[in-house]
């Protein structure tokens, strides 16, 4: 069984610059999960993706949008970065849906880190 | 939305010692709550989880227990080790997509 993975591990982009983050999701997990976690805090949620199409999302504003691909990777887009946007970004996959008992079950990948200056 | 409130912010115990994480959520339409650990620099970990139709879960030395009714939930370490000392995370999901709105985290430190 193939863990959730993420790439690049470290980023550091300018104020205004754009970003893609990756995550490969666990071998069976259909639903893909992204969090922002800043020093000393909770995960927060971005987004989730389920079979391609988003199926809920945090308070985040729209310059961070996502995708889902047929195998069920996912990126993570931020346009227009700001300071504040400097935090580790997991993602995280589960196999939503299943029936089983795990099929809420999240494994995060490794993260992201991101700074921008 | 949910709110979800973690005590203590640090807990600070002796090796062998039992450790006590508490959590509370507003939402009571909550009805999965998992656990987190997270070393220094590594991803979260779920560690133990529980459903809205069990009170209490135990995994070795870790066990979870919910009061749906006060809306809160703790995590129990019994025996602790040194290897146990990270940051734990509560969480609280409600529906079928199954979204966890997480607690601040606790950093439990454990003197040998």
């Known amino acids: 069984e193939t863990g959730v993975t993420q790439s690049p591990t470290h980023l550091i982009k300018t104020r205004g610059q754009q970003v893609t983050l990756r995550c490969s999701s666990q071998s069976g997990h259909n639903t893909v999960s992204w969090y922002q976690q800043a020093l000393g805090q909770g995960p927060q949620f971005i987004f989730q993706?389920?079979?391609?199409?988003?199926?809920g999302r945090g308070n985040f504003p729209p310059r961070f949008s996502g995708l889902q691909f047929p195998n069920y990777s996912s990126e993570l887009n931020v346009n227009a970065l700001e300071l504040d946007d400097s935090a580790l970004y997991l993602c995280a996959s589960s196999p939503l849906g299943q029936t089983n008992s795990h099929s809420y079950e999240q494994y995060f990948g490794p993260g992201t880190r991101l700074t921008v200056t | 939305g949910e709110n979800v409130e973690q005590h203590p912010s640090t807990l600070s115990v002796q090796e062998g010692d039992s450790a006590v994480i508490k959590c509370t959520y507003s939402?009571?339409?909550?009805?999965?709550f998992p656990w987190y650990k997270q070393e220094l620099g590594k991803r979260p970990q779920l560690i133990i989880d529980i459903r809205s139709n069990v009170g209490e879960k135990k995994d070795q030395r870790i066990a979870v227990t919910l009061n749906k009714t006060a809306k809160h939930f703790s995590l129990h370490i019994t025996e602790t080790q040194p290897e146990d000392s990270a940051v734990y995370f509560c969480?609280?999901?409600?529906?079928?997509?199954?979204?966890?709105?997480f607690g601040r985290g606790t950093s439990l430190i454990v003197h040998p």
């Open positions: 969480a609280a999901s409600a529906g079928g997509s199954y979204i966890p709105t």
């Open positions: 993706y389920y079979r391609e199409e988003e199926n």
């Open positions: 939402d009571s339409a909550s009805n999965y």
